[in-house]
């Protein structure tokens, strides 16, 4: 079957005016059923990549995160206590704990040697410090909490939560 499809195209007429003028073209309705075909084969491809898209922009944002400023000697030992006091968050214009918060809960699930890493976080009185110590140091493994200072403790990343980054934190 063959469809007929119209559509307009510009010209400059004598005086410079722009002309328009229908042209009909002969379409072939197999090309664009295949056409459909492929688009759908498409949009289910995209369908299947999302997870892995949404995962790559997930891990894109957690990179973001990172303090990417400490000395090296931090990021290579392996802490069996961490204590965030800092910075100060009780001004809008004071960066707050959120990035001290994600970069200590990495480091504490990256830890090869046995046992744990006990994080003590002070002052944690913003929502938003909150939300981040819940996310990442994890609310299930807050063993104790006394007014605004709270006792977490990580244990290390296992090689299955390596591997898929919305289970690393929780």
């Known amino acids: 079957m063959t469809l007929l499809a119209t559509h307009l195209t510009g010209t400059a007429g004598e005086g410079g005016e722009q002309v328009a003028a229908a042209e009909e073209v002969m379409v072939d309705a197999g090309a664009v059923q295949g056409l459909a075909v492929e688009v759908d084969a498409l949009v289910d491809e995209s369908m299947q990549q999302r997870p892995i898209l949404m995962e790559a922009i997930h891990i894109a944002i957690l990179i973001w995160l990172i303090l990417k400023d400490l000395p090296e000697e931090v990021y290579n030992r392996e802490?069996?206590?961490?204590?965030?006091?800092?910075?100060?968050?009780?001004?809008?214009?004071?960066?707050?704990?959120m990035a001290v918060i994600f970069t200590v809960a990495v480091m504490a699930r990256l830890r090869t040697r046995p046992g744990v890493t006990h994080v003590i976080l002070h002052d944690v009185n913003r929502k938003v410090e909150k939300i981040y110590a819940e996310r990442f140091l994890c609310k299930r493994r807050l063993v104790k909490a006394v007014d605004s200072l709270w006792h977490f403790v990580i244990p290390p990343a296992t090689k299955e939560e390596m591997k898929k980054p919305r289970r690393f934190f929780c």
Request: hydrophobic letters at 40%.
């Open 79 to 97: 802490w069996d206590v961490i204590m965030i006091d800092g910075p100060a968050g009780y001004l809008p214009e004071l960066p707050g704990r």
